[in-house]
């Protein structure tokens, strides 16, 4: 992935949402139908998946969901910003993950 921007785990929400309303708009719809929300699902799996997978979770495919779910909390913590270092983010989520 390219890191000019970082992965945070609101943006990837809102790009699942934003990705959903296109959806609905393009259905003339004024609210969401089913479809539009397995557009909104399957758009965030595909980012949690591209963003915080790691080569080695064929294994333990839901792997990126753990690292997502600790960015979260890093993200509402204050300590995973726009600007932070992907690398220290990566380092800490390991760590974490590790039971470090």
């Known amino acids: 992935m390219n890191n000019s921007m970082n992965p945070l785990p609101s943006l990837i929400r809102a790009s699942a949402t934003n990705t959903a309303n296109m959806a609905m708009r393009k259905g003339s719809r004024s609210a969401w139908s089913s479809e539009d929300y397995d557009v909104a699902c399957e758009t965030q ?18 792997r990126c969901y753990i690292r997502f779910s600790i960015a979260e909390a890093l993200e509402r913590n204050g300590l995973f910003k726009l600007k932070s270092d992907m ?3 990566n380092a800490t989520i390991d760590r974490m993950m590790d039971g470090a």
């Open 87 to 89: 690398k220290e983010v």
């Open 45 to 62: 799996e595909r980012l949690i998946r591209a963003c915080y997978g790691r080569d080695g979770d064929h294994n333990e495919p839901n």
